[in-house]
């Protein structure tokens, strides 16, 4: 059974996921560090700090599989470097806590477009971001590149209420995806014992991957 650290265990993605950790037989422990505490939550242990890097610092018990499901957007971070700091450093400190901690496999949730060389801010910081993950050289690492994300958040973004009916019209890749599916095809990926090294998954293999794994 496999020991688990999750970040982004309070947005759209990670919220899934961390339930369908927590009801998965295969979990022993999941270790999901956020910035507020988990409401209603219980078995999972949750260092929390408004600083987020000092709440993964708790987390010290072995780790075999991580998760990192962090993501905001320009406007809602409110400046580029809160951004970065958000959708960059946050996500490679965790990477860096599973690795000392004994990680093997490392999933992440990027973006439909990531490029170290776009010329758009988003793409380009989420693209730095992969290819800073591929340099640690992980045994398993894992990029889900989903398009626009739907389910129902806290706070809603403006984008998502404004075109998610239209990338749901979108062919392949273009095409919305549930948050479900997306944390349904990372958990199936975890618990699979294939693909060694780098593995990119497009929004289209997210979505069949799910549809295979059924709902965990």
């Given at each position: 059974?496999?020991?688990?650290?999750?970040?982004?265990?309070?947005?759209?993605?990670?919220?899934?996921?961390?339930?369908?950790?927590?009801?998965?037989?295969?979990?022993?422990?999941?270790?999901?560090?956020?910035?507020?505490?988990?409401?209603?939550?219980?078995?999972?242990?949750?260092?929390?700090?408004?600083?987020?890097?000092?709440?993964?610092?708790?987390?010290?018990?072995?780790?075999?599989?991580?998760?990192?499901?962090?993501?905001?957007?320009?406007?809602?971070?409110?400046?580029?470097?809160?951004?970065?700091?958000?959708?960059?450093?946050?996500?490679?400190?965790?990477?860096?806590?599973?690795?000392?901690?004994?990680?093997?496999?490392?999933?992440?949730?990027?973006?439909?477009?990531?490029?170290?060389?776009?010329?758009?801010?988003?793409?380009?910081?989420?693209?730095?971001?992969?290819?800073?993950?591929?340099?640690?050289?992980?045994?398993?690492?894992?990029?889900?590149?989903?398009?626009?994300?739907?389910?129902?958040?806290?706070?809603?973004?403006?984008?998502?209420?404004?075109?998610?009916?239209?990338?749901?019209?979108?062919?392949?890749?273009?095409?919305?995806?549930?948050a479900r599916d997306v944390a349904s095809a990372l958990l199936a990926e975890a618990l699979s014992p294939t693909h060694e090294g780098v593995q990119i998954l497009s929004s289209s293999q997210l979505r069949e991957r799910a549809a295979r794994s059924g709902d965990y």
């Amino acid at each position: 059974m496999s020991q688990v650290l999750i970040t982004g265990a309070t947005g759209l993605v990670g919220g899934h996921l961390l339930r369908m950790l927590l009801n998965s037989p295969s979990v022993k422990s999941v270790a999901a560090p956020t910035r507020r505490p988990l409401a209603d939550i219980s078995g999972v242990f949750n260092p929390h700090d408004p600083q987020l890097t000092d709440a993964l610092a708790q987390v010290v018990d072995p780790i075999d599989i991580v998760f990192c499901c962090l993501g905001t957007t320009r406007r809602e971070a409110g400046s580029k470097e809160a951004f970065v700091h958000a959708d960059y450093t946050l996500v490679i400190d965790t990477a860096l806590v599973g690795k000392k901690l004994g990680a093997q496999h490392m999933l992440v949730v990027s973006a439909m477009g990531a490029n170290a060389h776009s010329p758009f801010f988003y793409n380009r910081v989420k693209g730095e971001m992969e290819e800073a993950l591929i340099a640690q050289q992980w045994p398993r690492l894992t990029i889900a590149r989903p398009s626009m994300l739907i389910g129902e958040r806290e706070k809603k973004r403006a984008g998502e209420t404004l075109f998610a009916p239209l990338f749901n019209l979108l062919p392949g890749n273009l095409k919305s995806i549930e948050a479900r599916d997306v944390a349904s095809a990372l958990l199936a990926e975890a618990l699979s014992p294939t693909h060694e090294g780098v593995q990119i998954l497009s929004s289209s293999q997210l979505r069949e991957r799910a549809a295979r794994s059924g709902d965990y």
